[in-house]
């Protein structure tokens, strides 16, 4: 396991589209985030898991957003009806349990990045 | 509202010299705070982190401090080379369980 994996690493989708991005975490991390990143700006945070629980939603992910990690391994995010303000890097990032050496450190994907036309 | 600043304006800085990056933050009582590299097109990077009982941190050409009373946190590389230019970023964690981040300060080391 050589860290997290986005897929894919670059989508166009044309507005009003559905679009699905998956993350890979590495695999004994139970927690899982998604951010997002606009240009010149730091990532934004969208949700967070432990392991198959949401457990925290930014207020500002609206109800076209969704997102799931079914079995507490993999993850997926979901933009229905897509708009071009949608278009950004969505990062996903994972950490080990809590009380683990390193338990603070968040380790990133490389990102998706969506441009919607 | 909740704020964490850090210099917009990249920094030009000559190889050999230290860079020292600010971080800013208001309404936080942050229980650590991190600094994360970022390269173009791909995530960001864990470099440090320091608590909030720590005041100075240091990895190789890396050091950071922590002013809770200023709420401030500079983040120096010394002996900068090229393969340090990239974008910063500091992030903290307060209440919760997510990273709050900054919006990153591009560093340019010229040979």
């Known amino acids: 396991d050589t860290g997290v994996s986005q897929d894919p690493r670059h989508k166009i989708t044309k507005r009003g589209q559905n679009v699905t991005f998956r993350c890979d975490p590495i695999s004994e991390h139970n927690r899982l985030y998604w951010y997002r990143q606009t240009l010149g700006q730091g990532p934004e945070f969208l949700t967070y898991?432990?392991?198959?629980?949401?457990?925290?939603k930014s207020r500002l992910l609206s109800d076209r957003f969704s997102a799931e990690r079914p079995k507490g391994s993999f993850s997926t995010l979901e933009i229905q009806r897509t708009e071009q303000g949608d278009s950004a890097m969505y990062l996903c990032?994972?950490?080990?349990?809590?009380?683990?050496?390193?338990?603070?450190?968040?380790?990133f994907g490389q990102g998706t990045r969506l441009t919607v036309v | 509202s909740q704020k964490i600043e850090q210099n917009s304006e990249a920094l030009n800085i000559q190889e050999g010299k230290t860079a020292t990056l600010t971080c800013n933050y208001t309404?936080?009582?942050?229980?650590?705070l991190q600094w994360y590299r970022q390269d173009p097109g791909r995530g960001p990077v864990f470099l440090l982190l320091?608590?909030?009982?720590?005041k100075e941190k240091r990895k190789e050409r890396l050091k950071v401090t922590f002013d809770t009373t200023l709420k401030q946190s500079l983040f120096h590389i010394t002996a900068s080379q090229p393969a340090d230019s990239a974008t910063y970023l500091c992030?903290?964690?307060?209440?919760?369980?997510?990273?709050?981040f900054g919006g990153g300060t591009r560093v340019l080391v010229k040979p």
């Open positions: 992030a903290l964690k307060a209440a919760g369980n997510k990273l709050t």
């Open positions: 898991f432990q392991n198959e629980a949401q457990l925290e």
């Open positions: 320091i608590r909030e009982n720590e």
């Open positions: 309404n936080y009582s942050p229980a650590y």
């Open positions: 990032a994972s950490s080990p349990p809590r009380g683990s050496n390193m338990n603070t450190e968040a380790f």
